[in-house]
């Protein structure tokens, strides 16, 4: 039964990507080689089957090997044709729906052309003196900021934070205490772990006391919009800065994506010299506050939901 199934999902693949392969507008099969299938005034040839095959991508192609394999490639060419002369004949190529989406195909495509030929960026290299430049001239970006990893144990009241603390104080087990007592169920059974985490991504309160603490210490009750928490520090990593060699290919990549674009935005500014185009800017602010501005509210509806608990571990609280 899975293997059936599989086999579906394949050939819906196969039939999606040969369609997506053919330009909308074809409707002329090669002629070239052997006449495997006629299709009324059409025909499947060995010459298209062997193209058809070619455009696959290697995991579905890989379904149409050996004889059986074979077999239902042609059968599937078929099918796929059949459908294209179906829907001819009962007119869907002059449905208005169908004449803008082929109208929004030759656009976008005619456009790609134009740019692969016009803006040059195959040839377009990133010098290793450029990347480390870039590096020397951006250290703040490669900065890892001050980390720490921290438990923490989320309860309702202040007076359950302040009996909790007293009993931590006296030895308790905090993982026990936090599998037993905390409401944040993402971390409770972790024992309250929220992995490293740097500055700015818990709330404020919860934020400016665990960078306070030093390892291994316990804080006093932390108020948040969630309740109250007891925090404990467990790890830290200070700051540092990130070798070139580690961020040199990604700084590659985004440098020749920047010369990428100054390519296109050069090419495209003496394009648009050639012809007359104004913007209305009131006309502009009059659609972008229509747009931006907020849906009202369904009748009845209520309060907003009440904000997630404390991130789970290595996650951002937003």
Known sequence: ?????????????????????????????????????????????????????????????????????????????????????????????????????????????????????????????VTPEEAKKYYDDNQKEFVMPEQVRAVHILVKTEKEANDLSDKLKKGGDFAAAAKASSLDTATAEKGGDLGFFSRGQMEPNFDEAVFKLKKGELSTPVKTSFGYHIIKVVDTKEAKTTEFEAVKQMIVQYLTGEKQKKAFDNYYSSVEKNYSVQVDEKALDEFVNKQSAPAPAAPGAGAPNAPALPPPAGEPHK
């Open 1 to 125: 039964m899975k293997k059936r199934l599989l086999l579906v999902v394949v050939l819906g693949v196969f039939l999606t990507t040969l369609a997506c392969s053919k330009a909308p507008e074809d409707n002329v099969l090669k002629k070239g080689g052997t006449t495997i299938v006629k299709l009324g005034q059409e025909t499947i040839t060995s010459e298209q089957l062997q193209d058809e095959l070619a455009k696959l991508p290697p995991n579905i192609k890989a379904m149409f090997t050996g004889k059986d394999g074979l077999k239902r490639l042609v059968d599937e060419v078929k099918k796929r044709e059949v459908l294209y002369l179906e829907a001819k004949k009962v007119g869907l190529d002059k449905d208005p729906e169908f004449v803008k989406k082929i109208s929004e195909f030759r656009k976008i495509n005619l456009i790609n052309t134009l740019i692969q030929k016009n803006v040059q960026t195959a040839d377009v290299k």
